[in-house]
Nanobody, 120 residues
Framework: QVQLVESGGGLVQPGGSLRLSCAAS????????LGWYRQVPAKQRALVAV???????NYADSVKGRFTISRDNAKNTVDLQMNSLKPENTAVYYC??????????????WGQGTQVTVSS
C-alpha cells in the first residue's frame, strides 16, 4: 500500500500564492507520474498539472504561467506552486501518483485532498 499525504492548502486572497506539497510513503518500487487534480462541488475531478518521472510537465490551460509543478524523486514528493491565484481556483486539490509494484504492476493512488479557497 501507498499513502499520499498532502499539505499546504488554506485561505488566500486573490493574487496571492500557495504551495501545496504531497509526500508518498509505503511500499514503493518506483513512482511514475505524479500530479494534482482539483474538484469543486457537483463537478468531476479535473487535471491541474502532472509531471513524469523524467520531469516532463503538463498543465491545464487555465493555470499555465501561474502554477508550477515539481518533484523530488529521492524524497517521493511533489509540490504545486500556485501564484496569482483567482477565486475560480477555489477547490479541493488532490495529489495522485502512479506507482509501480513488482507484485501487482502499475496502480494509482490518491491523497485525501486539501482545500484551497481564494477569497477576499
Amino acid at each position: 500500500q501507498v499513502q499520499l499525504v498532502e499539505s499546504g492548502g488554506g485561505l488566500v486572497q486573490p493574487g496571492g500564492s500557495l504551495r501545496l506539497s504531497c509526500a508518498a510513503s509505503g511500499s514503493i518500487f518506483s513512482i511514475y507520474t505524479l500530479g494534482w487534480y482539483r474538484q469543486v462541488p457537483a463537478k468531476q475531478r479535473a487535471l491541474v498539472a502532472v509531471i513524469s518521472s523524467g520531469g516532463t510537465t503538463n498543465y491545464a490551460d487555465s493555470v499555465k504561467g501561474r502554477f508550477t509543478i515539481s518533484r523530488d524523486n529521492a524524497k517521493n514528493t511533489v509540490d504545486l506552486q500556485m501564484n496569482s491565484l483567482k477565486p475560480e481556483n477555489t477547490a479541493v486539490y488532490y495529489c495522485y501518483a502512479d506507482v509501480w509494484h513488482i507484485s501487482t504492476g502499475l496502480e494509482t493512488y490518491w491523497g485525501q485532498g486539501t482545500q484551497v479557497t481564494v477569497s477576499s
